[in-house]
């Protein structure tokens, strides 16, 4: 049931609602939250110094313990890929639905879709083909305002945002340019922070000018290298329309990474599509999601908690949390199993795509900020129920703890025992078979790869002219740098990220340098 | 289309959970060596590893052949294993016939290494000049340096080894040749035990009427020279049956191990022998 006195800004009782890091905050609850943040970054580092020192002193106890570890990869490997599968037809499905045709009977003319793009030196080219294509889906544009969110930091900003404003504006319902002014008080440099600024300014130049009801405004909150498919919006209003409980939820569509994706490297393509998978994973486990990148929450709702948030470098599952706190628990996530699609990391050479996929996943793996965020809402917001602070707490600790620690025990401090284990453990059948048993498991687990291989033949677009034809055949054969990618993209980067939190050295918001060639 | 269902989920989980916890055992006691049979139920079993560094080499277990190195294939791993001994062959065309008897003891491995000696060995003349086959034409230097490095001699003595490698010396004691544990640091190498839970520190390698005369490691065994009988080859391996090859049967013949090579002095005559 929904709280009629929530209205507008949030009530002093969400004091913490917009708290970033422990220094934020002073005396006991400074502590606390620093406990927080240490949290992730203590469990990850203890299980592999408990691995190590195991391996040193009780190498048979080690040896287990990579055994059930590897067996346990690959049943939780196969758990799933059934629902990567099922997520995969529902895909596919939906984006052979004519949404227009099921909206027919359903009232909708009362929304109005807002499409927010943040920017910071990001190109006319790349912006314009995100825009263009909020115009060529099924969707009238004029029931579209869009939103571009420039950054006064940035030389060009303005100026990029006015020239799309000028050229494609007057097909949209309206069309406005902010811009984020530089160094407000409160503000990291970031998507978060030019997103709330946009917001409010959206709010009151547009929304209330125009008279538009706050709880009809969906907002998109999009990169600026979105773009969507020719049904999100018509899709997306869908979903709006039969939500049981609107207010209280957000939308979240399948990010894939399919703009450049003939041009990516193989690294970057195994990154991109991997992420996309672990989305459509979480698709089908709704209880687990939390929004990411590109995903749409009602206007009124977001006005509600006073917007993203704008010190953080995590802001866009930051947001779903900031709005689990803000309504007491009762708050969730929508999938719609529909595709928008981004820019893999391309850069100039293969060494600067690696350090960029790097600082990307750094930044995902950042996420990790969150742990102690929630913690902190779940001890200073009795009226979420316990039931939901646990899970919530439980899900996320646990999720970022095995993103680190698991690939570095099945694919580096797991064999340990077999270096260090001393000659007594080497003379074992158990030292033998060790190695066997756990590269069986993990072989097997590898199957689940050609799942990924054959879902991503479904998903790639078509392959431009001028891309040679043995490039298709590598979208299957990159697969096998998944271990490698796990460990270097994925775990060590995380850890990195649990490691700054620990020790107080913040990360700031990294932009993803986006570029494209059509060679 | 719907997501899936809470129901369905809830029973792959269950299902999957139910494999995982079952399997989890079992999978323990294999990599422990457990196996069962329905005749003698639950039981321990060993494993062997056979370390070949040859290529084109067959090994056999009791008989059985277990394959043949190659390029890639130089070890092999035979687990399964009741415990009792068990006898290990290896055989390569132009070479002596390797055999190994070894104790199969419940959740160990044991381990052994091949070594192969030639048949016939093949020498090379070492002269400053000449056209013969069985000649290789070295400079005056060349043998100016070896007929110094043959003018000096090492004293055997019980207690300082004339040769040392991977914690092993060799000692001349007596006139016999010892292969003796000198690391503490370290347990045993396999090839001292004469099963897997029962090693000793010394392999006794010669006991001859003769003395030694001296000893080096070369090419995975031990050269050793016997007064008035020759040069020998021999393997450092406590279990039975070390093979002992006689290399060079000039009683007063002499070898050193120079630059990695063996070259053998028969009286003012030197030779590159190719074990």
């Known amino acids: ?100 045709a099921l909206l027919h009977d359903k009232p909708h003319d009362h929304l109005v879709h807002v499409v927010m793009v943040p920017f910071y030196d990001e190109g006319y080219e790349i912006l314009s083909e995100s825009v263009r294509s909020y115009l060529t889906g099924t969707w009238d544009p004029k029931k579209i305002i869009l939103v571009l969110a ?12 006015e020239r799309i404003r000028r ?28 997103l709330s600024f946009a917001a409010e300014q959206l709010r009151t130049h547009v929304l209330d000018v125009r008279g538009i009801r706050y709880e009809d405004a969906i907002v998109s909150a999009f990169d600026s290298d979105t773009v969507v498919y020719p049904q999100y919006f018509a899709c997306l209003t869908w979903h709006v329309v039969t939500c049981e409980n609107l207010a209280r939820s957000s939308f979240q569509p399948v990010p894939l990474f399919n703009n450049n994706i003939w041009q990516a490297p193989m690294l970057s393509r195994v990154m991109a599509y991997s992420s996309s998978f672990w ?83 750094r930044r995902w793996t950042y996420g990790a900020e969150n742990i102690a965020y929630i913690l902190f809402a779940c001890v200073n917001n009795p009226r979420i129920p316990f039931r939901k602070k646990l899970r919530a707490s439980v899900v996320q600790i646990e999720g970022f703890w095995s993103l680190v620690t698991h690939p570095l025990v099945l694919f580096a401090v797991g064999w340990l025992p077999l270096f260090i284990g001393g000659a007594a453990f080497h003379s074992t059948v158990l030292s033998y078979n060790l190695p066997l048993i756990a590269r069986g498991f993990l072989t097997t687990s590898m199957l689940g790869l050609i799942v990924s291989a054959a879902i991503t033949l479904h998903l790639i677009p078509e392959k431009p002219e001028y891309v040679p034809r043995f490039r298709r055949t590598t979208m299957v054969i990159q697969w096998l740098l998944v271990p490698l990618t796990m460990v270097v993209f994925s775990s060590i980067p995380g850890l990195e990220s649990q490691i700054r939190l620990m020790f107080g050295r913040y990360l700031g918001f990294w932009v993803t340098p986006k570029s494209r060639t059509h060679d | 289309m719907q997501p899936l269902s809470s129901a ?93 008897m070894v104790v199969v003891e419940p959740k160990i491995v044991t381990d052994t290494r091949v070594l192969l000696a030639p048949l016939e060995i093949e020498r090379t003349q070492l002269v400053l000049s000449g056209t013969s086959t069985g000649m290789r034409i070295v400079t005056s230097d060349t043998l100016a340096t070896y007929r110094i490095l043959f003018a000096t001699s090492t004293t055997a003595s019980s207690t300082i080894p004339v040769d040392m490698q991977d914690g092993v010396g060799l000692f001349i004691d007596g006139g016999n040749l010892i292969a003796r544990w000198i690391d503490e ?86 030779f590159h022998l190719d074990l």
């Open chain 2, 8 to 100: 369905v989920r809830r029973t792959y989980l269950i299902v999957l959970s139910v494999f995982f916890v079952a399997l989890i055992p079992l999978v323990i006691l294999y990599a422990e060596g457990w196996r069962f049979s329905p005749e003698l139920g639950m039981y321990k079993t060993g494993g062997v590893f056979i370390t070949v560094p040859y290529t084109d080499v067959t090994v056999t277990l009791q008989g059985e052949e277990i394959g043949t190195t190659g390029f890639l294939q130089r070890t092999f791993y035979i687990d399964d294993l009741a415990p009792a001994t068990y006898v290990i062959r290896a055989s390569r065309e132009g070479y002596y016939p390797w055999e190994r």
């Open chain 1, 167 to 194: 050229e494609f504006g007057e097909k949209f319902l309206e069309c406005i340019v902010t811009v984020h002014p530089a160094g407000l008080p409160g503000d990291i440099p970031g998507k978060g922070s030019n």
């Open chain 1, 1 to 100: 049931m929904m709280n009629p006195n929530i209205h507008g800004a949030p009530p002093e009782d969400y004091w913490y609602l917009h708290v970033a890091r422990a220094t934020d905050l002073t005396g006991s609850k400074r502590i606390l939250y620093r406990a927080f943040e240490i949290l992730p970054g203590f469990l990850s580092i203890t299980t592999l110094a408990l691995f190590v020192l195991l391996s040193f002193s009780q190498p048979v106890f080690a040896a287990y313990l990579t055994i059930v570890f590897a067996a346990y990869w690959l049943f939780k490997t196969a758990y799933l890929s059934m629902h990567l599968r099922h997520n995969f037809k529902r895909l596919r499905h939906n984006m052979s639905i004519d949404w227009m």
């Open chain 1, 150 to 161: 420039s950054e006064e930091r940035s030389p060009n900003g303005k100026e990029v945002g």
């Open chain 2, 185 to 270: 640091d370290r347990p045993v190498p396999s090839n001292f035990c004469v099963r897997p839970l029962s090693c000793v520190t010394e392999i006794l390698l010669e006991r001859d009427p003769n003395p030694v005369l001296s000893a080096s490691f070369f090419a995975g065994g031990v050269l050793y020279r016997i007064k008035d009988s020759g040069i020998f080859f021999a393997e450092m391996d406590a279990r039975p049956t070390p093979r002992i090859v006689r290399i060079d049967t000039d009683p007063v013949s002499d070898y050193r191990i120079i630059d990695g090579m063996l070259i053998v002095k028969e009286g003012s005559a030197y």
């Open chain 1, 279 to 361: 989305q459509m994973i979480q698709q089908e486990r709704p209880e687990k999601l939390a929004t990411f990148s590109s995903h749409a929450v009602p206007f009124k709702t977001l006005y509600d908690a006073d917007y993203w948030q704008r010190n953080v470098v995590s802001e866009d599952s930051r947001i779903f949390w900031n709005l689990f706190a803000r309504f007491d628990g009762d708050y969730r996530v929508i999938p719609i199993a529909y595709p928008v699609s981004m820019d893999a990391n391309a850069a100039g050479s293969l060494w600067q795509t690696i350090k960029n996929i790097y600082k990307q996943h």
